[in-house]
């Protein structure tokens, strides 16, 4: 048997004023509350051997946040909690409040970090935590998965071109279907006693927690949120006792909640006007999900097993293997760049008028020109090749911001963007006064070194993945995480984005030529999921080796923080 704990502690604190994280719009800040957020966390223990997974309310993890809970953590238990086997995941709610990162960009609609919110989040992490562990008693682990009916409106490509440029889709969709075009499969944990009462649930199901729009000013934990909290008070309703359920996501990069479009607002929302009643019917339709799995009586107990390993990478560098770029050699990663398509937004949640980035365009366009022929020509060699490597892997992205270079239209130096009027978006605007301010001159604008995680329970593997990976994307990491962990019993992957820091979108190959919104973001150019699947590959073996023989999860590559006396923290009143 195994040794469970379940907990689950509510994220509390003065956040009004404060900007949400998600949307990076102006104005979306917290100026009141409509649902508590919560960090609910499952503690797992067989043979000596423990793994965590946590799931809370908030848009994504970052790697300070990550460091933070578990240095306090280890200080309270040192010989129990690592870098391998804690895995701290977001159900990616757009509501919540920001400022978590260290650094700038994630940070400049909020603006800043915000200590505050930064100790909110790590105290009710931790919490959470130690409530499940001091609980923990013997049980057994379910896992079953079941696809919502085809009727059902519960998640929609929104980006159904791009999904059909993949070379698996054989006959493409339409508007009309658009519903098909994503996973409909929900997997589920759940876990019960030694009596066999249920004492929670976590499952994963890939839709974006955006039933609630940008113009939005309260706290919520959008239709995941409602989902939990619909599924633990039916629970306890029946049972009078408490049951934990997390509504966690999987390959969500592409797929929104949304389905009417608005007329007045003009952008993509749910059944009802109201965003909070879409969000909670949108979050009913996955509670109920879960209980019809949750009812089935065919249900097997996994073996136990419990395994986990983490290794950190350098995402801006990284050669792919030909197996997954289609026989091409030398296919590598670049430094972060953004494109201009990033800017445009999604159907839920618009950015820049499109005539207005077809105008910008081609000041892009020269830049690219000038600084691949006259720039290029007065580097040294190794020189050369960076920038050359960087123009292959980012190809065909309009590159609007280089976040490892600190450049946004080209220009270094934020006060000089003259060509690019202040109301082209609030954050041409914020990063030319971070500009002057010198807040851009320190550090890279975004992380480079991010964790990849692969746990073990039983004959099930969750991939903890530090960014948001497209339908189809998520579709091949499964396959390739089936063939890698075959020699170790594994039956079925489980892929979980938003896991311990954040950087991105990873798309395929196909769906980045194409260029739309999950395209512009996925920050290390078009080989990003080849990489991928090559550095889990190398994790993989990891995990088939002994635990004294494996690589320490830092060796390869060690993340880099910001010191905390120099992260932007905001203009002063």
């Known amino acids: ?26 104005g979306n800040d917290v100026l009141g509350s409509e649902t508590a957020l919560y960090s609910r966390a499952f503690v797992f223990e067989y043979d000596q051997q423990v793994f965590v997974l946590v799931n809370a309310e908030l848009c994504f993890f970052t790697l300070p946040l990550r460091r933070a809970i578990l240095q306090r953590l280890q200080q309270k238990y040192p010989d129990t909690f690592c870098e391998n086997n804690v895995m701290l995941t977001a159900q990616h709610t757009h509501s919540a409040p920001g400022g978590i990162a260290d650094r700038v960009f994630y940070n400049t609609s909020i603006p800043g970090f915000k200590q505050e919110v930064f ?3 790590t105290e009710a992490v931790l919490a959470s935590i130690e409530s499940a562990w001091l609980i923990k008693q013997n049980g057994r682990i379910f896992y079953q998965e079941e696809a919502f009916d085809a009727g059902i409106k519960v998640a929609f490509n929104r980006s159904l071109k791009a999904f059909n440029a993949n070379k698996e889709i054989q006959h493409k969709f339409s508007n009309r279907d658009k519903h098909l075009a994503v996973d ?12 066999g009462e249920m004492l929670g649930a976590i499952n994963w199901f890939g839709v974006h927690a955006t039933s609630v729009s940008n113009d939005n000013t309260k706290i919520c934990s959008d239709n995941k949120g409602y989902a939990a909290f619909i599924s633990e008070q039916y629970v306890y309703k029946k049972t009078n006792k408490q049951f934990v359920h997390a509504f966690a996501q999987e390959a969500a990069g592409d797929v929104s909640p949304n389905y009417v479009w608005d007329k007045q607002k003009k952008w993509m929302r749910g059944p009802y006007e109201n965003d909070f009643e879409s969000a909670r019917h949108n979050g009913q339709l996955q509670a109920d999900k879960a209980h019809q799995i949750l009812a089935q009586k065919n249900k097997k107990s996994l073996k136990t097993q419990i395994d986990s390993h983490t290794l950190y990478f350098d995402w801006g560098n990284i050669t792919a293997d030909p197996k997954y770029t289609g026989g091409k050699k030398r296919a590598t990663t670049s430094p972060a760049c953004i494109g201009m398509s990033f800017f445009s937004g999604t159907q839920e949640g618009p950015g820049v008028p499109r005539w207005l980035l077809q105008v910008i365009r081609p000041i892009l366009e020269f830049g690219k020109l000038f600084e691949k022929t006259l720039y290029r020509a007065s ?3 190794l020189e050369k090749k960076a920038l050359d490597q960087k123009f292959e892997a980012q190809s065909p ?17 934020m006060s000089r963007v003259f060509f690019v009027p202040d109301f082209v978006d609030p954050l041409v605007k914020m990063f030319r006064r971070l500009g002057r301010e010198g807040v851009l001159d320190k550090d890279p604008w975004g992380p480079t070194i991010l964790p990849l995680q692969l746990s073990i329970i039983g004959t099930v593997a969750i991939a ?3 960014a948001e990976i497209t339908t189809m994307a998520g ?5 390739s995480l089936l063939e890698a962990l075959a020699q170790k019993g594994i039956e079925k992957i489980i892929l979980s984005p938003y896991a311990n820091a954040y950087a991105g979108y990873i798309t395929t190959e196909e769906e980045y030529q194409l260029q739309y919104y999950e395209g512009g973001h996925t920050l290390f150019g078009k080989w990003t999921l080849a990489a991928l699947q090559t550095k889990f590959d190398q994790l993989a073996q990891q995990l088939l080796l002994p635990k004294n023989e494996r690589i320490e999860s830092s060796a390869l590559h060690s993340p880099y923080y910001v010191e ?9 009143a």
Do not use: C
């Open 397 to 413: 992205k309009a590159l609007a911001m280089e976040l490892g270079k600190g450049r946004i239209f080209w220009v270094s130096k």
């Open 379 to 381: 580097l040294p060699k």
């Open 184 to 195: 409909r499969s929900m997997k589920l944990m759940h876990f019960e006693d030694e009596s």
């Open 475 to 479: 579709r091949r990491l499964r396959q």
């Open 564 to 572: 905390k006396s120099t992260i932007w923290r905001g203009f002063e």
């Open 1 to 26: 048997m195994y040794t469970i704990g379940v907990g689950k502690k509510e994220i509390t604190g003065n956040f009004e004023g404060i900007g949400m994280l998600g949307y990076g719009k102006d």
């Open 119 to 121: 100790e909110a989040y």
């Open 464 to 466: 903890g993945i530090p």
